[in-house]
Nanobody, 117 residues
């Protein structure tokens, strides 16, 4: 059974940084797509960054371009999201997701990021 477990969330002041991690376990094949998503209270879930694992293309939401960086460590089956120059509007529950051909869409339980002014 494929599982994703996020970590690294927390509270930080505006302008600060956080690093989120997403550990993937139980996968018998590689996902064709991975991403970070977030959902703020009262808002719809939005994609922060998506990674096409086939061609390596990474696509960031306009709101985080230049501030957030996604990376992956295949040896550790871990996806990272480095978040710099955080803003209060970045406050949300952050989820990682991995899409598999057979296993389907797998989501983590989320990790809370709170940015205060």
């Amino acid at each position: 059974q494929v599982q994703l477990v996020e970590s690294g969330g927390g509270s930080v002041q505006a302008g600060g940084s956080l690093m989120l991690s997403c550990k993937i376990s139980g996968a018998s094949s590689s996902p064709y797509y991975m991403g970070w998503f977030r959902q703020a209270p009262g808002k719809e879930r939005e994609r922060v960054v998506g990674i096409n694992t086939g061609n390596g293309a990474i696509d960031y939401a306009d709101s985080v371009k230049g501030r957030f960086t996604a990376s992956q460590d295949n040896t550790r089956n871990t996806l990272y999201l480095e978040m710099n120059t955080l803003k209060t509007e970045d406050t949300a529950m952050y989820y990682c997701a991995a899409f598999f051909s057979l296993a389907g869409q797998i989501w983590g339980q989320g990790t809370q990021v709170t940015v205060s002014s």
